[in-house]
């Protein structure tokens, strides 16, 4: 069965709750448990062969697929973002607040600007990391940074290549607030804010 999405964005969202700069050695022991807890959770369901397992542990740990560039900035996803959302201009003010010093990062405000619309049905069914797996790849494929092999291997698989903009906008009027947000930093491949990497 794919892994569903929101239970990975579910065990992101512990660790980054749990994060306390000022108690480094605590937070990792705490991040330690919370890992465990939720791999025990969901052992059953957690793929461990094919490419399901591939696209678990490439949304787990994006920055270790460096053969995936995706050549994203911040602006244009702040573009797409207002598209999928059709976000008015108080929303959108809501979602520049990562330009102000000290402000909250992108992925952030992305939540905040989404979670209104949390209570709202979601077109289509629930996203999988499956799914997100494939629309990676082809995201990675249109980038001149990314390894021959995926773009071949893309090519093959699905001939002619889907604008990635078609690709990202369907997939955020899928998403909810939160999924939204990890979404924006497994793009970025930074999950800095969840501390994930100190527990491997």
């Not at 995926?150 to 604008?163: M, N, S, T």
Request: hydrophobic share 35%.
């Amino acid at each position: 069965m794919p892994f569903p999405f929101t239970l990975l964005c579910d065990l992101l969202n512990r660790l980054e709750r749990n994060h306390k700069p000022s108690s480094v050695d605590r937070t990792q022991e705490i991040h330690a448990r919370t890992v465990v807890s939720w791999f025990n959770k969901h052992n059953e369901v957690i793929p461990r062969r094919g490419s399901g397992a591939i696209a678990f542990l490439s949304c787990l740990f994006p920055e270790r697929r460096p053969d995936r560039v995706f050549s994203l900035p911040t602006k244009q996803l702040e573009k797409m973002i207002e598209r999928a959302q059709c976000l008015g201009s108080s929303r959108m003010s809501d979602l520049q607040r990562w330009k102000a010093h000290d402000g909250p990062d992108f992925a952030s405000c992305v939540e905040r600007v989404m979670i209104i619309t949390d209570c709202e049905p979601r077109l289509g069914p629930n996203v999988t990391l499956d799914e997100i797996d494939e629309i990676l790849d082809q995201i990675a494929a249109s980038s001149p940074f990314s390894s021959v092999a995926l773009k071949e291997r893309v090519k093959q698989k699905y001939g002619q290549p889907i604008r990635r903009d078609n690709l990202l906008l369907g997939l955020f009027r899928r998403l909810r607030s939160s999924e939204a947000k990890w979404m924006i930093r497994m793009l970025s491949k930074n999950y800095t804010q969840s501390m994930l990497l100190s527990t491997s």
